[in-house]
């Protein structure tokens, strides 16, 4: 069985494989995907979420001044941060963040580190 290990927040912080329930853990049920940072809400596990403010804090300044820099030249770029902008919430495993987020990679904006860093 597969168990997701929490901290006080009830944020995974490891994954881990036992028969047994480790302490301050949650299961992991067959067929459903849990990253470290997906955090567990007492019912179900939840892909972590934020304000757009939340969210775009998260990027470092230069990395928020070099994205704006790119907009300027860049549709797709300039759509995914109008996008992260306007949403009430972000979501880390979203189709739309997750394919922005790439594309931010793809264009050397982020490193893939960073990515996943932001998103956890």
Do not use: H
Request: aromatic share 10%; charged share 20%; glycine share 4%.
């Amino acid at each position: 069985m597969t168990w997701g290990i929490v901290n006080e927040e009830m944020r995974c912080t490891a994954l881990v494989e036992a028969s047994t329930r480790p302490p301050s853990s949650y299961l992991v049920p067959r067929g459903v995907s849990v990253r470290v940072g997906y955090v567990w809400n007492g019912w179900d596990w939840e892909a972590p979420r934020w304000t757009a403010y939340e969210f775009l804090k998260r990027f470092t300044w230069q990395e928020r001044a070099a994205i704006r820099i790119a907009s300027a030249n860049d549709d797709a770029v300039a759509d995914f941060l109008q996008l992260c902008t306007a949403a009430q919430i972000v979501i880390a495993d979203d189709p739309t963040t997750v394919a922005g987020m790439d594309y931010l990679v793809s264009l050397n904006l982020l490193t893939p580190a960073r990515r996943a860093e932001i998103l956890s």
